[in-house]
């Protein structure tokens, strides 16, 4: 044993120390989104589908489809599948890859990590809503330039963020899974049940019980984000089953999954 | 100086740690010892918060770990090397870090450099790491925030002979220079050599806590002589239980004084005699944890 040289006193804890900022939170979360090999490729992909999403638009549709509307569906699909996956893996990886071991060791307030966690989730969506608007506005240039027909813009100023508003419940859907299942192999499953085939019961419900009929929009999410994506969310009532909607697949499911959460044990 | 007080952490009827108490104090290395599940790994996760005690509490200085502002400054924790994502690099999980904590980046690379990954091997992800690697890169983790305070959990790990040496040596200078160390392992030749302090554990329980010095006095004596029946038989009319060992040694709990003068007396030479310190952890950490033993054994 070497000897002590410093006598063993005066170790207190910095009370300099400052509380790790919220800010600084979401950087590194949006940081962790990116920096593994399957985040990056996550988000090269979804720059790629919609690059191939408006090629593919430009080649087979016929002239009267090359609009605006056409390119900004195409490239919306693939983008409403990978961004309630990217929403997914950002909550799951802790658990599944074991690194909130650090995570919940350097900032032990879990509330705060998936507080910061949503926020960088959310950026990230709209951040590829961006891109995917942009790149649709470029293939309708460029589509209606080789077709030689005249540059459609067929989208109102009141569809748009009624779109993105559609993909953002998709990746709080996927979001909250994450949050529920802390694993990201059943969050993956459990979204896509949710969002494929789960509307095909409650269509079948409603279609063999009219009780059902009226109650669908009201309980149906998917019903709703659709209402979103067609920009159609118009009267008081649409909106209110869009918080319906809303309320029961994500606040509520969210609300009791961070509460187990916070006290759950990360191993 | 962590202060752990009368912890408890149940699992529905399974009580993983029943009541357990004791101190790692600042400019000493404590070394906490206990068979497989005996709740060495469970103590240590709620020390730093990821678990939540049933009862009882673990403070960091006084102040709960999840109270502190910025932990990492203040704790450097290591519990699970391979508790990391596959797909990122070793640069890149401290970075994370470094940026959690509000570090300067160079701080990483200053990290990198202490525990002797080399810049290629920091580029490289950590699937590719050995376990040695990985412990590599999780004592650079926890000691990116220049801490006060290190909680490790088996760090000897998976490292070479050079690396467990150059633990040691890191461990035993971060003490020297005032800081706490806690260490958990089940090399206890490792523990022997560097900690100052022990605290033993089994069955969730503590079986035994105290400096290196008394726990190992506690041991007794061993004694060999040409005639090891005759030495057993001296001591017994002496008063003084004794045991003989497959291996032909006399070992008793008395002071090797003792055992000299009840030899001498008996005209018994004697080969050897030492307190058991020698025999050492090894023995009086199966002979603390006999009952809690998976494999039975008794020393």
Same mark, same amino acid.
Do not use: C
């Given at each position: 044993?070497?000897?002590?040289?410093?006598?063993?006193?005066?170790?207190?804890?910095?009370?300099?120390?400052?509380?790790?900022?919220?800010?600084?939170?979401?950087?590194?979360?949006?940081?962790?989104?990116?920096?593994?090999?399957?985040?990056?490729?996550?988000?090269?992909?979804?720059?790629?589908?919609?690059?191939?999403?408006?090629?593919?638009?430009?080649?087979?549709?016929?002239?009267?489809?090359?609009?605006?509307?056409?390119?900004?569906?195409?490239?919306?699909?693939?983008?409403?599948?990978? +961004?309630?996956?990217?929403?997914?893996?950002?909550?799951?990886?802790?658990?599944?890859?074991?690194?909130?071991?650090?995570?919940?060791? +350097?900032?032990?307030?879990?509330?705060?990590?998936?507080?910061?966690?949503?926020?960088?989730?959310?950026?990230?969506?709209?951040?590829?809503?961006?891109?995917?608007?942009?790149?649709?506005?470029?293939?309708?240039?460029?589509?209606?330039?080789?077709?030689?027909?005249?540059?459609?813009?067929?989208?109102?100023?009141?569809?748009?963020?009624?779109?993105?508003?559609?993909?953002?419940?998709?990746?709080?859907?996927?979001?909250?899974?994450?949050?529920?299942?802390?694993?990201?192999?059943?969050?993956?499953?459990?979204?896509?049940?949710?969002?494929?085939?789960?509307?095909?019961?409650?269509?079948?419900?409603?279609?063999?019980?009219?009780?059902?009929?009226?109650?669908?929009?009201?309980?149906?999410?998917?019903?709703?984000?659709?209402?979103?994506?067609?920009?159609?969310?118009?009267?008081?009532?649409?909106?209110?089953?869009?918080?319906?909607?809303?309320?029961?697949?994500?606040?509520?499911?969210?609300?009791?999954?961070?509460?187990?959460?916070?006290?759950?044990?990360?191993? | 100086?962590?202060?752990?007080?009368?912890?408890?952490?149940?699992?529905?009827?399974?009580?993983?740690?029943?009541?357990?108490?004791?101190?790692?104090?600042?400019?000493?290395?404590?070394?906490?010892?206990?068979?497989? !599940?005996?709740?060495?790994?469970?103590?240590?996760?709620?020390?730093?918060?990821?678990?939540?005690?049933?009862?009882?509490?673990?403070?960091?200085? !006084?102040?709960?770990?999840?109270?502190?502002?910025?932990?990492?400054?203040?704790?450097?924790?290591?519990?699970?090397?391979?508790?990391?994502?596959?797909?990122?690099?070793?640069?890149?999980?401290?970075?994370?870090?470094?940026?959690?904590?509000?570090?300067?980046?160079?701080?990483?690379?200053?990290?990198?450099?202490?525990?002797?990954?080399?810049?290629?091997?920091?580029?490289?992800?950590?699937?590719?790491?050995?376990?040695?690697?990985?412990?590599?890169?999780?004592?650079?983790?926890?000691?990116? !925030?220049?801490?006060?305070?290190?909680?490790?959990?088996?760090?000897?790990?998976?490292?070479?002979?050079?690396?467990?040496?150059?633990?040691?040596?890191?461990?035993?200078?971060?003490?020297?220079?005032?800081?706490?160390?806690?260490?958990?392992?089940?090399?206890?030749?490792?523990?022997?050599?560097?900690?100052?302090?022990?605290?033993?554990?089994?069955?969730?329980?503590?079986?035994?806590? !105290?400096?290196?010095?008394?726990?190992?006095?506690?041991?007794?004596?061993?004694?060999?002589?040409?005639?090891?029946?005759?030495?057993?038989?001296?001591?017994?009319?002496?008063?003084?239980?004794?045991?003989?060992?497959?291996?032909?040694?006399?070992?008793?709990?008395?002071?090797?004084?003792?055992?000299?003068?009840?030899?001498?007396?008996?005209?018994?030479?004697?080969?050897?005699?030492?307190?058991?310190?020698?025999?050492?952890?090894?023995?009086?950490?199966?002979?603390?944890?006999?009952?809690?033993?998976?494999?039975?054994?008794?020393?």
């Amino acid at each position: 044993m070497t000897a002590t040289i410093v006598p063993p006193t005066s170790i207190s804890v910095r009370r300099t120390a400052r509380p790790v900022p919220f800010a600084r939170l979401v950087r590194v979360e949006l940081r962790k989104m990116f920096d593994t090999r399957s985040g990056f490729w996550m988000l090269v992909s979804i720059g790629v589908l919609s690059v191939l999403a408006t090629g593919a638009v430009i080649v087979f549709a016929p002239d009267s489809a090359i609009t605006y509307e056409s390119f900004a569906t195409a490239i919306g699909l693939p983008m409403s599948v990978i +961004l309630p996956v990217v929403a997914i893996l950002a909550v799951t990886s802790e658990w599944s890859q074991r690194s909130g071991l650090t995570t919940f060791t +350097l900032v032990p307030s879990r509330g705060r990590v998936i507080g910061a966690k949503a926020i960088a989730t959310g950026l990230v969506g709209l951040g590829s809503m961006a891109v995917a608007f942009a790149v649709g506005a470029v293939g309708n240039l460029a589509g209606s330039a080789l077709a030689g027909v005249d540059t459609v813009w067929d989208m109102s100023l009141s569809t748009a963020p009624q779109i993105v508003l559609g993909n953002l419940v998709g990746m709080a859907i996927g979001f909250t899974l994450g949050v529920v299942l802390r694993a990201s192999a059943a969050a993956i499953v459990g979204y896509f049940v949710v969002s494929l085939v789960l509307p095909g019961i409650l269509e079948l419900l409603a279609l063999v019980r009219d009780w059902f009929l009226d109650l669908q929009p009201w309980i149906d999410w998917n019903y709703t984000q659709v209402k979103l994506f067609e920009g159609t969310t118009d009267t008081g009532e649409e909106w209110a089953m869009l918080g319906s909607t809303t309320t029961i697949w994500i606040v509520v499911p969210l609300v009791i999954g961070l509460l187990s959460l916070r006290r759950s044990e990360v191993k | 100086m962590i202060t752990v007080e009368s912890l408890t952490r149940r699992y529905g009827g399974f009580t993983a740690v029943d009541h357990v108490s004791f101190t790692a104090r600042p400019g000493r290395v404590t070394g906490f010892l206990g068979p497989n !599940g005996a709740g060495k790994s469970t103590t240590m996760r709620v020390m730093v918060g990821l678990t939540v005690p049933t009862s009882g509490s673990a403070t960091i200085d !006084g102040v709960r770990f999840a109270d502190l502002p910025n932990p990492g400054l203040e704790v450097g924790v290591l519990l699970d090397a391979s508790a990391q994502h596959a797909g990122r690099t070793g640069r890149e999980i401290l970075t994370i870090a470094a940026d959690t904590m509000g570090l300067p980046r160079t701080r990483v690379d200053e990290m990198i450099e202490l525990v002797s990954l080399t810049p290629t091997e920091a580029r490289r992800r950590v699937r590719n790491y050995s376990l040695g690697m990985r412990q590599r890169l999780g004592i650079a983790t926890a000691l990116l !925030g220049d801490p006060r305070v290190l909680i490790l959990d088996e760090p000897a790990n998976g490292l070479d002979p050079a690396g467990i040496r150059w633990m040691r040596d890191l461990l035993t200078d971060f003490a020297g220079r005032g800081g706490t160390v806690l260490l958990s392992s089940h090399l206890l030749h490792e523990i022997e050599v560097i900690a100052d302090d022990l605290v033993v554990i089994g069955n969730g329980a503590i079986v035994a806590s !105290g400096t290196k010095e008394e726990l190992l006095a506690a041991a007794g004596t061993l004694a060999r002589s040409t005639s090891p029946r005759d030495l057993a038989h001296a001591l017994e009319q002496a008063g003084i239980p004794s045991t003989l060992a497959g291996d032909g040694s006399v070992r008793t709990d008395a002071d090797p004084a003792r055992v000299g003068s009840v030899a001498l007396t008996a005209g018994i030479a004697l080969t050897e005699l030492r307190s058991a310190e020698g025999a050492g952890l090894e023995d009086m950490f199966l002979s603390l944890t006999a009952d809690t033993q998976r494999e039975g054994v008794a020393a």
